[in-house]
């Protein structure tokens, strides 16, 4: 519901924070109360970087209570999830129940198979009409996108070349000549932001291959994870 929120905490070496809070840190401190466990595990299917939204349906997780020594009936489990949202314009959960240890492994397989709906805001260099954006992406389906590691994470990431599929595009929203948001539907795993810019051709192609012109990224939601999502 915020931007600038990572799934886990996320503190440099030295203990400084990279991020105001996370998800785990919003969601977890009452259940592992009512769990009395000595520590948790978050576990999520997929991730996105902390200044994008997950709107939409939600994303799966799953937390791991270590060495529990309560386990809450499902009046108390939902009376603390009813808390969480009331108390909180960060984060939300719905639908927060008991779980075995296999929907880890089941949350991990997810991820990697579902589509993802995003709408992006994109700028470009060139004026469009809403009606040229249009017939330019009705002609675009399953593109198939070179990406090296984007030169954003290279520092943390291990240097390697991925084929992505990007499903279709759509306008969501013209805003102006040189602005609108594009609604994107796409393999789990691409990098949106650098299909969107290019990443100084580090992703090939680009949105900007097909428009013409530079083009840039504003801001980035998830709206809806398709299939292959999954709840305990």
């Not at 203990?15 to 840190?25: A, G, L, P």
């Not at 927060?96 to 994109?122: G, W």
């Not at 090296?148 to 520092?155: A, D, F, M, N, S």
């Not at 499903?167 to 990098?191: C, M, S």
């Amino acid at each position: 519901l915020k931007r600038g929120i990572s799934q886990t905490p996320w503190i440099l070496e030295n203990n400084v924070r990279k991020t105001e809070t996370s998800v785990q840190e919003e969601i977890s401190p009452l259940l592992e109360k009512a769990f009395r466990s000595e520590s948790v595990k978050f576990h999520a299917g997929g991730r996105e970087d902390a200044d994008v939204l997950m709107l939409g349906n939600g994303r799966p997780f799953v937390l791991e209570f270590i060495q529990p020594h309560s386990i809450p009936d499902n009046a108390t489990i939902e009376g603390i999830e009813a808390k969480i949202n009331d108390s909180n314009h960060k984060v939300n959960v719905k639908s927060v129940q008991i779980c075995t240890r296999d929907e880890i492994a089941t949350l991990d397989i997810a991820s990697r198979e579902k589509r993802k709906e995003y709408c992006a805001r994109v700028i470009t260099t060139k004026p469009f009409t809403k009606e040229e954006l249009s017939t330019i992406f009705a002609k675009l389906s399953d593109i198939k996108a070179v990406q090296k590691t984007p030169v954003r994470v290279l520092h943390r990431r291990v240097q390697m070349k991925r084929t992505k599929m990007v499903h279709t595009l759509r306008v969501k929203q013209w805003i102006a000549p040189n602005e609108f948001d594009l609604e994107l539907v796409t393999e789990a795993g691409t990098y949106i932001k650098e299909f969107v810019h290019g990443d100084r051709g580090r992703t090939v192609p680009s949105l900007g291959t097909f428009l013409g012109c530079e083009t840039d990224i504003l801001r980035l939601d998830v709206t809806n994870l398709l299939d292959g999502s999954t709840s305990c």
